[in-house]
């Protein structure tokens, strides 16, 4: 599987972006996938996944009920709504994927097998 992160850009804070991980190759319904988020000079951290399972979904606490994490298996797409923007949402942001992550190591980027480039949003203020 190979991601490619799309989405990212200027907004104003308050506004909304929607971010885009497309996948090719082999399908990734049944994998792992998440969002992390790289400021400069600071470590990667998580923002949101969804297990295997492919239903449950996790979020940063940072990010909870401002940012929405969707997937459309037949597009092989992995998506991250972001509304309620902040300048302290300013990052690079990675979509990342494994197939092997059990629940309790969804937030750790070194569990990840696969990544994205990222694409970079900024939030003016």
């Known amino acids: 599987v190979q991601l490619q992160a799309s989405g990212g850009g200027l907004v104003q804070a308050g506004g909304s972006l929607k971010l885009s991980c497309a996948a090719s190759g082999r399908t990734f319904s049944n994998y792992a996938v998440a969002w992390f988020r790289q400021a400069p000079g600071k470590e990667r951290e998580f923002v949101a996944a969804?297990?295997?399972?492919?239903?449950?979904?996790y979020y940063a606490d940072s990010v909870r009920g401002r940012f929405a994490i969707s997937r459309d298996n037949a597009k092989k797409t992995v998506y991250l709504q972001m509304n309620g923007l902040k300048p302290e949402d300013t990052a690079a942001y990675y979509c990342?994927?494994?197939?092997?992550?059990?629940?309790?190591?969804?937030?750790?980027?070194?569990?990840?097998?696969?990544w994205g480039q990222g694409t970079l949003v900024t939030v003016s203020s």
């Open positions: 990342a994927t494994s197939p092997s992550i059990i629940t309790s190591s969804l937030r750790n980027p070194s569990a990840y097998a696969t």
């Open positions: 969804f297990a295997r399972s492919g239903s449950m979904t």
